[in-house]
């Protein structure tokens, strides 16, 4: 159903909500998903708007990645957020994205995204059902990794986001809802969170801070992220950094983003801090085009945003 309002929405009472389509359409036509009642949200007028009010940046759930990645106000006071948008995936993508559908999507893995036909030479996996996960046999839990871009940078700016649950609305924090939605996320695919995005809200910056994106990539022109940290320093509120792509949600760097505010500290020792502090936090994976050892490598890339410290970047 294509939804024009927010009461044809929630009139709806098992609905998969659809922002564009590019991360679920796949899933179903590979029928590791089989959701039936699909609702279009992306047209809905209250899922949309970018605008500051009240000390709040508002963006709508169904507002497009493109369109994020060139407002000027959001490129101007929350750059890591537009920085991120446009870094994800390929021109095509953006254009149909939504900041919705990039944070509430699945999470992804070399045993799980594959046709049917392919899986059904393995056992079920605990996200197609079963009772496994088939990269770390002896997990308790689904280990897939989840790969949003925008979600490092949401979360950098400790955003929140509006949802509908049950029929009440309320704010919760994106890393909230993040945690929530892997984990149902990994028991079985068709087990997602019954909650509806309607829009993210994230505080100004304080007057002097800044704040950054970095992705790494197999190809820079469309890939997921192997590796992508968000970064703020500066400004009156403590520094912070946040890393994704190395486990099930997105991972907040809190020793790091400490050594950060020591002026005195080295480059090279924050780099040290944050490659020891990944080896705890971070929790690879077999992926397409990268081993968990070679990863590991990967995490010195917070240097490309090491430059803002001084201003720079
Ligand atoms: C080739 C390719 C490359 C990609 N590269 C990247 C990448 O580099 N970085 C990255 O982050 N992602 C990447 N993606 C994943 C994904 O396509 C994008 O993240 C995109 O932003 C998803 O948005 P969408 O609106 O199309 O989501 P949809 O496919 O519409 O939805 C995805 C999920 O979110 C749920 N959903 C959608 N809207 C809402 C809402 N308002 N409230 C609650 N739930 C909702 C849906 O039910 C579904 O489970 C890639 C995908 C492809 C196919």
Redesign the pocket.
């Given at each position: 159903m294509l939804a024009k309002t927010m009461e044809e929405i929630l009139r709806a009472e098992h609905p998969?909500?659809?922002?564009?389509?590019?991360?679920?359409?796949?899933?179903l036509k590979n029928h590791v998903?089989n959701?039936q009642d699909l609702v279009f949200?992306?047209e809905v007028p209250d899922?949309h708007g970018i605008e500051e009010k009240e000390g709040y940046l508002y963006l709508g759930?169904?507002e497009r990645?493109y369109d994020i990645s060139v407002n000027d106000l959001v490129k101007e006071k929350w750059p890591a957020i537009a920085q991120?948008a446009g870094?994800?995936?390929?021109p095509q993508?953006?254009n149909?994205?939504?900041?919705?559908?990039?944070?509430?999507?699945?999470r992804r893995c070399i045993y799980f995204n594959q046709s049917r036909y392919w899986r059904s030479g393995l056992p079920l996996c605990f996200k197609t059902g079963g009772k496994v996960c088939l990269q770390i046999p002896n997990s308790p839990v689904c280990r897939a990794i989840y790969?949003?871009?925008?979600?490092t940078a949401l979360m950098l700016y400790e955003a929140e986001a509006e949802?509908v649950e049950n029929g009440q609305r309320s704010w919760v924090p994106v890393a909230e809802l993040i945690a929530r939605h892997s984990q149902a996320n990994g028991l079985a695919c068709s087990q997602?969170?019954p909650?509806?995005?309607?829009r993210f809200r994230a505080p100004v910056p304080p007057e002097g801070e800044r704040s950054g994106f970095y992705?790494y990539?197999m190809r820079a022109t469309?890939?997921?992220?192997l590796i992508n940290f968000a970064l703020r320093c500066g400004g009156s509120r403590p520094a912070r950094v946040v890393a994704g792509a190395v486990a099930p949600e997105p991972v907040v760097l809190e020793e790091t983003a400490h050594m950060l505010e020591n002026s005195q500290a080295a480059d090279e020792e924050i780099l040290a801090c944050c490659e020891g502090e990944l080896k705890k936090l971070a929790k690879p994976i077999k992926e397409a085009c990268i081993s968990p050892a070679l990863k590991r490598g990967l995490y010195q890339y917070l240097s490309f945003l090491l430059p803002l410290r001084k201003g720079n970047g």
């Amino acid at each position: 159903m294509l939804a024009k309002t927010m009461e044809e929405i929630l009139r709806a009472e098992h609905p998969t909500y659809i922002g564009g389509g590019t991360d679920i359409m796949p899933l179903l036509k590979n029928h590791v998903r089989n959701d039936q009642d699909l609702v279009f949200v992306s047209e809905v007028p209250d899922l949309h708007g970018i605008e500051e009010k009240e000390g709040y940046l508002y963006l709508g759930a169904g507002e497009r990645l493109y369109d994020i990645s060139v407002n000027d106000l959001v490129k101007e006071k929350w750059p890591a957020i537009a920085q991120a948008a446009g870094a994800t995936a390929s021109p095509q993508i953006r254009n149909i994205a939504t900041v919705g559908g990039n944070i509430m999507q699945d999470r992804r893995c070399i045993y799980f995204n594959q046709s049917r036909y392919w899986r059904s030479g393995l056992p079920l996996c605990f996200k197609t059902g079963g009772k496994v996960c088939l990269q770390i046999p002896n997990s308790p839990v689904c280990r897939a990794i989840y790969y949003s871009d925008v979600a490092t940078a949401l979360m950098l700016y400790e955003a929140e986001a509006e949802c509908v649950e049950n029929g009440q609305r309320s704010w919760v924090p994106v890393a909230e809802l993040i945690a929530r939605h892997s984990q149902a996320n990994g028991l079985a695919c068709s087990q997602h969170l019954p909650v509806l995005v309607v829009r993210f809200r994230a505080p100004v910056p304080p007057e002097g801070e800044r704040s950054g994106f970095y992705k790494y990539a197999m190809r820079a022109t469309i890939d997921f992220p192997l590796i992508n940290f968000a970064l703020r320093c500066g400004g009156s509120r403590p520094a912070r950094v946040v890393a994704g792509a190395v486990a099930p949600e997105p991972v907040v760097l809190e020793e790091t983003a400490h050594m950060l505010e020591n002026s005195q500290a080295a480059d090279e020792e924050i780099l040290a801090c944050c490659e020891g502090e990944l080896k705890k936090l971070a929790k690879p994976i077999k992926e397409a085009c990268i081993s968990p050892a070679l990863k590991r490598g990967l995490y010195q890339y917070l240097s490309f945003l090491l430059p803002l410290r001084k201003g720079n970047g």
